[in-house]
């Protein structure tokens, strides 16, 4: 079994930045692939950004350029840089960790972009 805890939400004006953390332990095998997702109200969850054990990133295209992902493979944790954020960013945040085909999720942190 998985355990994700985030940590790092909050409230912040337009263009402001934002660094969640998402610590991992439990069963955890290398060659996993660690995530982001979001979820705004009455909109269905959808990808932030991934990156692999071995470092490839893979981003939606909403926040290119805006977000960088990145993990600590010894610490277990993979990390959201948020810079430019924009109102349309804000949703609950969800840690994902994936090995082959079984999912774990956080709990979730609350993101909100005043404007």
């Known amino acids: 079994q998985v355990q994700l805890v985030e940590s790092g939400g909050g409230l912040v004006q337009a263009g402001g930045s934002l660094r969640l953390s998402c610590a991992a332990s439990?069963?955890?095998?290398?060659?996993?692939?660690m995530g982001w997702y979001r979820q705004a109200p009455g909109k269905q969850r959808e990808l932030v950004a991934t990156?692999?054990?071995?470092?490839?990133?893979n981003y939606a295209e909403s926040v290119k350029g805006r977000f960088t992902i990145s993990r600590d493979n010894a610490k277990n944790t993979v990390y959201l840089q948020m810079n430019s954020l924009k109102p349309e960013d804000t949703a609950v945040y969800y840690c994902?960790?994936?090995?082959?085909?079984?999912?774990?999720w956080g709990q979730g942190t609350q993101v909100t972009v005043s404007s």
């Open positions: 439990g069963n955890i095998f290398s060659m996993n692939t």
């Open positions: 994902n960790l994936r090995i082959v085909t079984m999912d774990s």
């Open positions: 990156i692999t054990w071995g470092g490839t990133r």
